[in-house]
């Protein structure tokens, strides 16, 4: 080997889901150092973080000039912030991140409603959820007792078309999708000549369940293209692109070229393809108003988010990693492993492992960045947020890598610098005054969760999943039914679900799917004949029990949804994923009994 694995944080072997060890195949470890360019010793950081009060790092003599403004000696009495160390005598300079090193808590016990955006409409929306349904969502369930809502990522997708459905499957995790734009929110709006015809098309597509998210963009891009002339000479626009910096410049840029070469920036001319070179510049400035146009429907939903947020506290969720064709993989390119994909070993329920597709940061060249991708994906999620849910946060201590092409059965876990991620991940919490949930589902090592706690992460609690009763959960977590990947209480209750996976070739675990139903029945106190609507109500008040500070009901089990949002494992269409509206609009939702039987019952245990 070129090096050794170990020193490179790339694991020899893994114990699995059942404890067994399981030894990484040496022709993948050896093809995952030669995607880091391991030769020898890693590489000094260009970065380190340290908590107020904690033993300088040991970097010599030096000056440290603050992000504050001045300059000072490295010293443990540093303040909070990015600082820069300057050694003595010349030397490249290194990042110095200062943070507290743990999240805020939660302020009191509070409950909240858990939507995909997307199949939250009104009456209003054109044929998709948007901020405005947000905003409308948020003084409902405000009404109702909520103190937050959590909604799936709202990272923007590569901005071609077809679009990609998956939140999680993002172009980026640093800037929003437009498709939640409100349209008929956006400044001039109102005086558009047109604007009633394209809002009536809109509408239209209300009428179907099934979420056509193409035509809805082409809808709102025709309105959109017509209003950016009207506002673009905004000041607030003007401050908020200097905020953003180049970083969405960049963004605006990839948007720009990918309308005339695709979204596959590989295949773009070939002085295109990285975003420092002078052809970039140089399109640019040829096309800076369609650059302009793109960076505007940031700044677009910059401001609808913040409107929607000061209804009722949002919060959001952080996507694991980003679409390979995408921005952010061209934008931060320098910081990923080539030829490698994120995925899952096998376990009982996958026994082939899994690949996402999604490119893995490689750590080392993350840290020569100065974890910047990191913390402007974090300012991103944070922003107008009261809190960041972090989807897999186990990721941020290890990451399974599959070669390119490979098995995913032959993957190879390549350990992070979490000491590092999770000072910025506080920093940037701290600074947004929010609240922070990993989402530690499955197979978890158990200095993860311990760290975690340290930190003041909340951790992740699923009804389904746990054996023990609601009332022994931990205080700092988010208790929830189920998730968008899982089924629904009604899927379950009417073998729905079941039905489904059945239908769809699945071979599920037949035994683990009637334990369910049998912990639903015993749980929610209700038999099998029983209306769905009194076995959803019954399993609510079970997890209203639960002393977490957070806890989180579905807008799926508050309409009685039978489908659940995902169906891991299924492709080509064969199930609606990410792609089903709800099957009423939010004014009916208003005014049915069993969102208000469950509101009551979680608000019970609530702070006021």
């Not at 030669?34 to 908590?51: F, S």
């Not at 995790?173 to 956006?186: G, H, K, M, Q, S």
């Not at 002078?278 to 939903?301: C, D, K, M, N």
């Not at 039905?499 to 769809?504: C, E, G, P, T, V």
């Amino acid at each position: 080997m070129s090096a050794d694995p170990e020193l490179w944080g790339v694991c020899r072997g893994f114990h699995d889901v059942t404890g067994a060890w399981r030894e990484a195949p040496v022709e993948a470890v050896e093809a995952v150092l030669e995607a880091m360019g391991a030769e020898g010793e890693p590489p000094p950081p260009a970065a380190v973080t340290v908590r107020p009060g904690g033993a300088p790092p040991s970097l010599g003599p030096g000056v440290v000039l603050l992000e504050q403004g001045g300059e000072t000696r490295l010293s443990a009495d540093l303040p909070s912030g990015y600082h820069r160390f300057q050694p003595d005598g010349g030397g490249e300079p290194i990042r110095l991140i200062v943070g507290p090193g743990v999240v805020p808590r939660p302020r009191g016990r509070r409950w909240g409603f858990s939507a995909q955006l997307y199949a939250t409409r009104t009456k209003r929306s054109w044929g998709v959820g948007d901020l405005g349904d947000l905003g409308e969502l948020g003084s409902w369930a405000a009404g109702e007792g909520a103190g937050f809502t959590l909604v799936n990522p709202l990272h923007a997708p590569t901005p071609t078309v077809p679009q990609q459905p998956s939140p999680y499957y993002p172009g980026s995790r640093c800037f929003t999708n437009p498709l939640y734009i409100a349209v008929e929110d956006v400044p001039g709006a109102e005086a558009l000549p047109g604007l009633g015809e394209l809002a009536a098309a809109g509408r239209s597509l209300n009428d179907r369940r099934l979420i056509d998210r193409d035509a809805a963009w082409g809808l709102k891009s025709a309105a959109l293209e017509r209003l950016h002339p009207l506002s673009a000479g905004d000041p607030g626009f003007e401050a908020f692109r200097a905020e953003r910096g180049r970083p969405l410049e960049l963004f605006a840029s990839f948007c720009a070229i990918a309308e005339e070469h695709g979204a596959g920036w590989r295949d773009w001319p070939a002085g295109l393809r990285h975003p420092s070179g002078p052809a970039v510049t140089s399109f640019a400035a040829e096309r800076r108003g369609r650059v302009r146009y793109h960076a505007w429907l940031q700044w677009i939903l910059d401001r609808q988010l913040a409107a929607a947020s000061q209804r009722l506290g949002v919060v959001t969720d952080l996507a694991v990693g980003v679409d390979p064709s995408g921005p952010d993989s061209w934008i931060w390119q320098d910081s990923f492993a080539p030829g490698m994909r994120v995925g899952a070993p096998p376990d009982e329920f996958n026994t082939l492992g899994q690949d996402w597709g999604l490119p893995p940061f490689d750590p080392w060249r993350l840290r020569r960045a100065a974890y910047e991708p990191w913390v402007e994906a974090l300012r991103a999620g944070f922003r107008h947020g009261a809190g960041l849910r972090v989807d897999h946060v186990m990721g941020l201590f290890r990451l399974y890598w599959v070669p390119e092409g490979g098995d995913a059965r032959s993957g190879v876990y390549v350990r992070y610098p979490h000491e590092d991620l999770l000072n910025i991940l506080a920093l940037e919490a701290d600074r947004a005054g929010a609240f922070v949930v990993g989402e530690d589902l499955g197979t978890v090592e158990d200095e993860v969760r311990r760290e975690l706690a340290a930190r003041q992460v909340c951790s992740y609690r699923v009804w389904w999943f746990e054996e023990s009763d609601p009332a022994a959960w931990p205080e700092a977590a988010l208790g929830a039914v189920t998730t968008h990947d899982l089924p629904t209480v009604a899927g379950v209750h009417t073998g729905s679900d079941l039905d489904a996976q059945r239908r769809l070739g699945m071979e599920p675990n037949e035994d683990s799917s009637a334990a369910l139903r049998n912990k639903l029945l015993e749980r929610a106190g209700a038999a099998p004949g029983d209306p769905v609507e009194e076995v959803i109500a019954g399993v609510y008040r079970d997890l209203a029990r639960a002393p977490c500070a957070l806890l989180c009901a579905s807008l799926d089990d508050a309409l009685g949804v039978e489908e659940r949002p995902n169906m891991p494992g299924t492709t080509g269409g064969s199930w609606p994923n990410w792609s089903l509206a709800l099957p009423v609009p939010l004014e009916e939702i208003r005014r049915r009994e069993l969102p208000r039987r469950i509101a009551a019952e979680l608000r019970r245990g609530a702070d006021p």
